[in-house]
């Protein structure tokens, strides 16, 4: 059980610094230093959301967050712009019109397990 725990917080600290790295070390353009953070930042509850098995839905992440669906998607763009996140259209809760739903990319995840696996 205990062995277990510290797996999950292996993982989330080592999703947490791999994000990190892959957005500071790597600015774009058009950012500042405060939309960098802001992405670091919002990576972590998304994934907090995505091992809690909640939807990465504008209207989930929003619940989740207090900030506007604007606020959201501003910072959503960078992210799949860097490829940290994957985007699908479905449709909305209602049945009618459409949604967006978010991933984070099994990629990254491959990419941290052939890290872990490198150190040992």
Sequence with gaps: M???ALNRSWRALSFTAFIMREI???PLEDETASSRLKQVGL???LYCMHVGDQPLTLAAITAETGLTRGGVYETIAYLLKRGLLDET???NA???GKARRFSIPEGIFERIR???RSSR
Excluded: A, C, W, Y
């Design 43 to 45: 990576m972590s509850v």
């Design 94 to 96: 209602l049945g009618r």
């Design 89 to 91: 259209e479905i449709k």
């Design 24 to 26: 500071m070390d790597n």
């Design 114 to 116: 052939q890290f872990e």
């Design 2 to 4: 205990v062995s277990r």
